[in-house]
């Protein structure tokens, strides 16, 4: 059974960096398409990166210039890596396979980014 444990969250202040692990059980980053997503209080989970397997990359626009995602296939691993954080990039960040469904209904526990100004 698939595991995806996410980590490297924290409390950072406006204009700062983190940078955000998932780490997954099984070899499902070789299969497929993996994004980032994050859920903000009180709004739907957004897909805000995504990377192929041949690692073409993809962003929402809000995140454009400033966040970066990249994958080791060999370690089981995508990471983010967020730069000048903005308070509206508070939420719970969560990786998953790109689009959803190749692993059901699952998600992971996320890992909380709170950005203050």
């Known amino acids: 059974q698939v595991r995806l444990v996410e980590s490297g969250g924290g409390l950072v202040q406006a204009g700062g960096s983190l940078r955000l692990s998932c780490a997954a059980s099984?070899?499902?980053?070789?299969?497929?398409?993996m994004g980032w997503y994050r859920q903000a209080p009180g709004k739907q989970r957004e897909l805000v990166a995504s990377?192929?397997?041949?690692?073409?990359?993809g962003y929402a626009d809000s995140v454009k210039g400033r966040f970066t995602i990249s994958r080791d296939d060999a370690k089981n691993r995508v990471y983010l890596q967020m730069n000048s954080l903005q308070p509206e990039d508070t939420a719970v960040y969560y990786c998953n396979t790109r689009p959803l469904g190749y692993l059901g209904d699952y998600w992971g526990q996320g890992t909380q980014v709170t950005v203050s100004s």
């Open positions: 099984g070899s499902i980053f070789s299969r497929y398409a």
């Open positions: 990377i192929t397997i041949g690692g073409d990359t």
